[in-house]
Nanobody, 115 residues
């Protein structure tokens, strides 16, 4: 059974930073691409970032240059370092991987950017 558990969210002022973590179990972690998504109030869930098994990364345009996705295969954990946060980054952030022929999601972690 694939399990993803996000942590690290919270309240931060505009311009601040947070690092999200997602601990993964139930799959050979190093063999799977990992993604971060987010869902703001009243909006659909949107893609944020991806890191492949080979470490290649990609981002949605609105976070390029501010967010960095990384992974630690020894710890079965994927991270999202978020810098220069803006109010529009406020959302629930979800970890995702496609495994066992389905999308697998964590329960999410709330990020609120507000002064």
């Amino acid at each position: 059974q694939v399990q993803l558990v996000e942590s690290g969210g919270g309240l931060v002022q505009p311009g601040g930073s947070l690092r999200l973590s997602c601990a993964v179990s139930g799959i050979p972690f190093s063999e799977y691409a990992m993604k971060w998504f987010r869902q703001a109030p009243g909006k659909t869930r949107e893609f944020v970032a991806i890191i492949g098994e080979d470490g290649n990364t990609d981002y949605t345009d609105s976070v390029k240059g501010r967010f960095t996705i990384s992974r630690d295969n020894a710890k079965n954990t994927v991270y999202l370092q978020m810098n220069s946060l803006k109010s529009e980054d406020t959302a629930v952030y979800y970890c995702n991987t496609y495994a066992s022929w389905r999308d697998n999601w964590g329960r999410g972690t709330q990020v609120t950017v507000s002064s």
